[in-house]
């Protein structure tokens, strides 16, 4: 199986748009959306229920017919060409080994379909399967291997049809937790290796942070933003971005700009003053309404800050860490802390936050404004790319 990968294997969404006819009218599944994936990159598409992740999918596969817009691989328009035709590998939810056949000719089943001899097929297929790890199985029935085999023997079955890109439907969906930290290993190594444009769906957002080169958040089928996990993360584009990427997610107090000069900004939150160094970017005036941002990590309730404190209502413990919520001035607060730290359901803590990593929304659009003025800080390219 060849590995050599060019511009050629670019995958373009232009303008892409998907309708569906109901009784109660036209539903847009897929607003207009554009994205660029390179020829070796891994792309996520994120977002809840909905959102019109898997109709994106379902389109580049040719599994749906786009109501307008291009797809485009490379410079050659595949619109309208029948799946069978695109060269593109689908991975479903569902596994779907046929069960009367040994995993050898579930893998090389592509081929078949292909008219590849028995011989060829099966030599491929033994290549697949040792890229999966799997080569022992191969004389096995689905019935006889474990959830995690069954789940390699259909990435390798993927991997044989040596397609120009991968897309994958929620492949880990229906797995236990730690079979999904392991075969989500083992696609990233499988992409890695096989060097190909592979689109992932899920509305998982730490599967998307923790495999992708870039993500793309959609929500009411357009896109919020695409970018890096790191880009994300720090410097989500908008209110939507902010809630959903992180866990635990961000927090939120309103608040309204009181003064704004060189020297920084003040905001009202809570009638408390809160003086904030804002990046260059920052355009805000008097007058304001925000919503002020920060991550649970960058919360203290040791040190006092503008005033604010809460009653520890739940403390959770994650990993090497405890995740304390705190119900009071600011309404609902969660904040990371140290396992050691001898926190208690019931205590009166101060709440205070590291203005330096702070983001600043528009309340009434939910647009980032601006962050807090930490070297680290560059704004996160927003939009379709």
Not at 14 to 35: C, Y
Not at 266 to 286: P, W, Y
């Amino acid at each position: 199986m060849s590995q050599t990968t060019s511009t050629a294997n670019s995958i373009t969404i232009d303008t892409l748009r998907k309708e569906f006819n109901t009784p109660d009218g036209t539903v847009v599944a897929v607003d207009s959306i554009h994205i660029e994936i390179g020829p070796e990159e891994f792309l996520t598409l994120v977002g809840p229920s909905g959102c019109g992740k898997t109709t994106t999918l379902r389109c580049l596969a040719g599994l749906e017919t786009p109501t307008s817009g291009e797809i485009r691989l490379g410079n050659r328009d595949v619109s309208d060409l029948p799946a069978n035709k695109r060269d593109f590998a689908m991975m479903f939810q569902n596994i779907a080994l046929y069960p009367h056949m040994k995993i050898i000719d579930n893998i090389a089943y592509p081929l078949k379909v292909r008219g590849v001899s028995t011989q060829e097929r099966h030599e491929h297929a033994k290549e697949a399967a040792e890229i999966m790890q799997i080569t022992d199985l191969l004389n096995k029935y689905p019935g006889e291997v474990s959830g995690g085999q069954r789940q390699r023997a259909a990435l390798a079955r993927t991997v044989v049809q040596n397609p120009k890109a991968f897309l994958m439907d929620e492949p880990l969906s229906d797995l236990d937790a730690k079979l999904k930290v392991e075969i989500r290993k083992e696609i990233q190594r499988v992409h890695q290796r096989v060097k190909r444009p592979t689109v992932y769906v899920t509305h998982d957002q730490e599967e998307a942070m923790t495999m992708s080169d870039r993500i793309a958040v959609m929500n009411n089928g357009g896109i919020e933003q695409i970018g890096t996990p790191n880009e994300l993360y720090n410097e989500p584009a908008n209110l939507f971005v902010a809630q959903f990427i992180g866990n635990p997610s961000m927090n939120f107090a309103d608040g309204t700009v009181e003064t704004v000069s060189t020297d920084g900004v003040s905001v009202s939150v809570d009638e408390r003053i809160v003086d904030l160094s804002l990046n260059a970017e920052a355009d805000l005036s008097m007058g304001d309404e925000v919503v002020l941002g920060f991550r649970p990590e960058t919360v203290s309730l040791d040190t006092a800050g503008p005033g604010f404190e809460g009653e520890i209502t739940l403390i959770e413990r994650i990993d090497d860490r405890m995740l304390a919520t705190v119900e009071g001035d600011l309404g609902e607060i969660r904040a990371t802390v140290s396992a050691d730290d001898p926190l208690n359901v019931g205590d009166v803590v101060p709440i205070s936050f590291d203005t330096s990593h702070i983001h600043v929304f528009d309340r009434d659009t939910g647009e980032h404004i601006a962050s807090g003025d930490r070297p680290s800080t560059r704004r996160a390219k927003r939009g379709a790319e």
